[in-house]
């Protein structure tokens, strides 16, 4: 349970913004799961002003009195949510309504001319040389080796799946993952990759590469 205080503190910088009273104590309708779902959403929010900050999951999890494991399941959760809702549901907004007495969870088409945005810039996307060695090393095993099999990153059996489960938070752009728990390397993560691959074999340096809206800063 979190007491006295603010949901900025697990983050980067001296924002203080308080918690409202409804995640102060648990409450008898919702558990204890969902309340801390809930909070670290809350907390999340606030990279809306600056996308630069730093979320201390070791210091959210000490607070949240909660197991390295279970913090794990939370932040697969969310970011399995981010995939969905990235892909999936680019296109579509979610809704729930009652026909009939049956409460249903509907889909229904974004209206193109408010939801579609043009960038003209690309975003950028920082990357680390030592992640582009790996993401390399994972591409390569994932098309020649495993031939399009997924990596189990709730059995980590190698240094590579411990690298796919790190990366994957880490840059959740570059990865998703099915139902049966298994992580794949996205369409951005595959075309990434195979940039690497082409680099790598002509011996040349790597600087910025850009795929679709990102551009990628290798730094």
């Keep these: 349970m979190m007491k ?4 900025s503190d697990y983050l980067d910088d001296d924002l203080r913004t308080p918690i409202p009273n ?3 104590n648990k409450t008898k309708s919702l558990s204890c799961d969902l309340e801390n779902i809930k909070i670290i959403l809350e907390i999340l929010k606030l990279f809306k002003t600056n996308h630069s900050r730093k979320l201390n999951i070791s210091k959210l999890r000490q ?11 939370y ?31 509907i889909t229904k088409k974004k209206n193109p001319k408010k939801d579609e945005r043009v960038d003209i810039k690309p975003k950028e996307v920082c990357i680390k ?3 582009i060695s790996s993401l390399n090393d994972i591409i390569y095993s ?16 190698s240094e590579l799946v411990k690298e796919v489960k790190r990366l994957r938070v ?11 728990n298994l992580v794949y390397p996205s369409e951005i ?30 730094k």
């Design 4 to 7: 006295n205080n603010t949901f």
């Design 22 to 24: 409804k995640y102060q």
């Design 63 to 73: 607070k949240l009195n909660i197991s390295r494991l279970e913090m794990d399941k």
């Design 75 to 105: 932040l697969d959760l969310i970011i399995t949510f981010q995939d969905l809702f990235s892909s999936i549901f680019s296109k579509h907004h979610l809704q729930i309504k009652e026909i009939n007495n049956i409460v249903y969870l």
């Design 129 to 131: 040389k030592v992640d």
């Design 142 to 157: 994932f098309r020649n080796v495993r031939r399009g099999k997924g990596f189990d990153i709730y059995n980590i059996n």
């Design 170 to 180: 880490q840059y959740p752009v570059l990865f998703y993952q099915n139902g049966n």
């Design 189 to 218: 993560g595959l075309t990434l990759g195979d940039k690497i691959i082409s680099y790598y074999k002509c011996n040349r340096e790597i600087k910025n590469l850009i795929i679709k809206n990102l551009q990628f800063k290798i």
